[in-house]
């Protein structure tokens, strides 16, 4: 299946959109679900990504390892753990001096009985709290 893509224009600076967008520890301020995350270690390919989020009524851990940065521009990360495992690409693109695009693509790999559950649930989830997810950050960072 194609990736979930969505896109939004933020009346920040594309280094104020990427600094925001790709810090874990913020996450939780404008992604629907996550009570918690962090780096372990500066940002660089390989380096850990830990995030916990609140599914069916418990907390759950999960870890993916950025698989590129270049700031201000691009990041990514790539599910290692769990049976629902997402990749992430981030895009910034700047519009003008305080203006840019921020454009998220989300795909995910099931394993176990995620295989069940991508296509039958995560994938329909992910496309309704994509736009949601994104409109949350540019009311966060433009507030």
């Not at 629902?84 to 921020?102: F, G, K, M, Q």
């Amino acid at each position: 299946m194609a990736p979930i893509v969505t896109s939004i224009d933020v009346d920040r600076s594309a280094s104020d959109v990427y600094a925001y967008a790709t810090d874990p520890a913020r996450f939780h301020e404008w992604q629907k679900g996550v009570v918690d995350g962090h780096l372990e270690g500066p940002p660089a390919v390989g380096t850990r990504c830990m995030t916990t989020r609140r599914i069916g009524g418990a907390n759950r851990s999960s870890t993916s390892e950025i698989t590129h940065v270049e700031p201000p521009a691009t990041w990514g990360v790539r599910g290692t753990d769990g049976p629902i495992r997402a990749t992430v690409d981030l895009r910034v693109e700047p519009l003008a001096d305080e203006r840019s695009r921020l454009t998220i693509s989300v795909d995910f790999t099931g394993h176990g009985i995620g295989k069940v559950l991508v296509p039958l649930v995560v994938r329909r989830e992910a496309e309704k709290e994509m736009p949601a997810n994104l409109a949350a950050l540019k009311r966060r960072l433009e507030g």
